[in-house]
């Protein structure tokens, strides 16, 4: 908005070059597989058609800018070639044509709700109350049984059955979005280009892993796992971000898949006050005349109760005053409250620019993280005039406690994000505790484990086991969040983890998870530090665990589950990114996402990957085009 300067470092015009052929070459490889299974549904076209290649006529089928295309049965975004019923517009995306001849096409039922409310007092540990324990739908009694839908021999598919969407009578025709030879025309100017300007390979500039001694001051261990060179992550100050050198260190760390973090990112920014209440101070006065923060509108929000997992109307003000003061329930448990994506991120910069400036002019590593203008950010590469994915910069604003209460924590449960992201810790306040409340805590804590205990044994006769633990692991003062980042290679193991004690886990509600359709993607778990030890007991692994302080930005490579939690109110604000490294993760998790179950929350392909590859390449040879005359690279 041009409030406060955003940018940190300009870039000179051979630096841009070198970034956008970089950004070039990571893009290749995807947009060559994206013109290939576009080929080979276009073979499979001229086989059904009986003719050559070259004489299929693939028409176009009109879509706005501002419309997102998506597939009917798996919810993935259609970026060009998919085939549609000419008479009821279903439309299927490449994947599931190739699954649907494969005879490997999922149906993808409905999932039914497991968590049944059983009322305030079994959250508390007390005895179910009879009026609100209904039992959860079984919904694997109530699916459909198995609905019949091949693809003909010679490769042509029938609409999709009615029980499916479709309307199960015609064939689906091939069509496209864009101009017939857009991709592979992009794909050749884009290997011209590559082939006719080489550039030398950057020197490393990492000795994170030779020589600890002499990194120590920007290294940070967060792992004690044997025999293993990851257990430090790079933990650079925001000063030395500015030098050249440490975007090529970054570089080198990110492109293994670990985790950033950046200290005293707040150093050297505008200085505004973040404290929620200034803030909510702030959007009221800058915006008097606007009807979204008329008084009427702003005087409650809706937050989150972290015992129930439910939303909870609550005035403005009483969440604000909880926030530096603190809530409880009448027999003294936390009430642990959070927002998320407050005020909403589409009108974040709008209703308080100054903020969304000063966050964006702290971000460490600009040219990945810029959600404006980063050079290397694949998300900012989308043209005006197209709808662009929900990336934020979003606001949290929670309650935090420093002891790990076992239930009701302010926690952001075990999760896997679809694309990079950068969280800073903007602004804490610490909530003073009570001898008189600690003791009713400490009760409280007795009477959830022998619930705990009493339920696992009548499911299955299951052992007794300790859930909670008095302990919290990480003991710093001065930290705010509780972060726990799990390696890639370790998510086969963390999921085999959470489906054998998937039962051990209590979710909306405080309901007990009874099942799990993916054990990460559910976001129906958080790893305790009981669970965090029997997790490396069992399988051998353990996550980064490390603690947030205020000013610190915390760089989540895209495949890295990760959960919070709050130590202290926190206000965190976190924008996503796309990075050329981790496209690869990206488009994992996008065909991972497609499997879910149809209502599952985490179903919905809002990236847009495949989207953003194609552009991205678009426009990064359009930047080198006015580039290019102001150099003279040899050829």
Known sequence: SGLIETSKRKLTNYQKFYHLRYLIGSMLPFLKKLRQAQDQEIETEAKVQGLETSQVDILETLCSNEERVFCNHCATSIVDLH???????????????????????????????????????????????????????????????????NADENGSITCAPKELGGCGECALELKRILPFTRMSDLEQKAETFLASHSIDPMMSYCRCSSDLEMSSSMMRKAASRNGSRDNYLYSPDSFDVLKLEELLHFQEHWSKGEPVIVRNSLNNTAGLSWEPSVMWRALLSENVDSATTSSSNMSEVKAIDCLANCEVEIKTRDFFEGYSKGRRYGNFWPEMLKLKDWPPWDKFENLLPRHCDEFISALPFQEYSDPRSGILNIAAKLPEGLLKPDLGPKTYI??????????????TKLHCDMSDAVNILMHTAEVTITEEQMTAMEALKQKHKQQNEKELQEQNGLEREEIVSDENGVHDETGSALWDIFRREDVPKLEEYLRKHCKEFRHTFCSPVTKVYHPIHDQSCFLTVEHKRKLKAEFGIEPWTFMQKLGEAVFIPAGCPHQVRNLKSCTKVAVDFVSPENIHECLRLTEEFRQLPKNHKAREDKLEIKKMVIYAVEEALKELETLLPDLSLKA
């Open 83 to 149: 085939r549609r019923c000419p008479k009821c517009s279903y439309e299927l995306c490449l994947n599931c044509c190739q699954e649907l001849r494969g005879g490997c096409l999922s149906e993808r039922p409905e999932i039914k709700s497991q968590f049944v409310n059983r009322g305030s007092q079994y959250m508390h540990g007390e005895d179910t109350e009879p009026s609100s324990a209904s039992a959860p739908e079984d919904d694997e009694a109530n699916n459909h049984q198995s609905i019949k839908w």
């Open 398 to 411: 929670a309650y935090g406690v420093a002891d790990e209460l076992g239930r009701g924590d302010s926690v």
